[in-house]
């Protein structure tokens, strides 16, 4: 397993877990970022990334897409 922030643009990856505080976990299932949920990285730049998430376009930080590992 390794983070989201190792998947390049363009690549679709399935989250395996979900790591952080409940608040971390609970605050991400509800942008869509669930276990065996897949996600496709739209962008990157500088470590923060753009995702698809299901319907929706999705920005994140990088140490909220560390917590995600696939």
Same mark, same amino acid.
């Given at each position: 397993? +390794?983070? /989201?922030?190792?998947?390049?643009? *363009?690549?679709? %990856? !399935? &989250?395996?877990? &979900?790591?952080?505080?409940?608040? %971390?976990?609970?605050?991400?299932?509800? /942008? *869509?970022? +669930?276990?065996? *949920?897949? %996600? !496709? +990285? %739209? @962008?990157? /730049?500088? *470590? =923060? /990334? &753009?995702?698809?998430?299901?319907? @929706?376009? +999705?920005?994140?930080?990088?140490?909220?897409? =560390?917590? &995600?590992?696939?």
């Amino acid at each position: 397993m +390794v983070p /989201l922030t190792m998947a390049k643009p *363009g690549e679709t %990856v !399935t &989250i395996r877990k &979900i790591t952080g505080k409940d608040e %971390v976990r609970q605050h991400l299932a509800e /942008l *869509g970022f +669930v276990v065996d *949920g897949v %996600v !496709t +990285v %739209v @962008s990157e /730049l500088a *470590g =923060n /990334l &753009i995702l698809q998430v299901k319907d @929706s376009r +999705v920005a994140l930080d990088k140490t909220m897409a =560390n917590r &995600i590992m696939i």
